[in-house]
């Protein structure tokens, strides 16, 4: 079955305390995006990747990294986590084809409280 | 710089009864426009997109959305909604030039759908 997959779905921690979201797809899709969601905001994109090796920020990069090593993984780490980084995270992924736009696949979310 | 407005947190319907789901975008250039769905405990799914072409676009599970350019609105219609689309949908427009496909989308903030029985 064609899917993005996140870990852990769940996770609750203290302040600076460094944590990594996992992202993985099996679509073999170029490109793929880390994003948030708060209330009443939508959802706000953190860092995106357009192959192996490249990635770029987002809207809301703060206090965020990325790594994109192989082309299905797309790992969300946090080094300092803050309680402002508390929200629901979705990872994205789609294929990258020139002059057509292909719609993203969203994983289930991980929902991060920091305390 | 590009933005989406879902004016309407929550949009309550009776089932049988037709359903609006408002959105306005502002962009420069032609707009990409789209719509997501979200379940509870779920991510985001794709309903329809509009590209280029006919205004009126039909999506998935007999959603359609109308493009309306004057009015720089991407409203989302169903003629007869059911209990089981109750969920927050997502209007979206795509930021980037042509030859950039980072930052792929900009969303709205969202707007519950509630289907009463």
Known sequence: EAQVTQNPRYLITVTGKKLTVTCSQNMNHEYMSWYRQDPGLGLRQIYYSMNVEVTDKGDVPEGYKVSRKEKRNFPLILESPSPNQTSLYFCASSLLSGSSYNEQFFGPGTRLTVL | ?117
């Open chain 2, 1 to 117: 710089a590009q933005s989406v407005a879902q004016p309407e947190d929550q949009v309550n319907v009776a089932e049988g009864n037709p359903l609006t789901v408002k959105c306005t975008y502002s962009v420069s250039g032609n707009p990409y426009l789209f719509w997501y769905v979200q379940y509870p405990n779920r991510g985001l799914q794709f309903l329809l997109k509009y590209i280029t072409g006919d205004n009126l676009v039909k999506g998935s599970y007999g959603f359609e959305a109308e493009f309306n350019k004057s009015q720089t609105s991407f409203h989302l219609k169903k003629p007869s909604a059911l209990v089981s689309d109750s969920a927050l949908y997502f209007c979206a427009v795509r930021k980037a030039p042509l030859w950039n496909a980072g930052n792929m989308l900009t969303f709205g903030g969202g707007t519950r759908l509630m289907v009463k029985p």
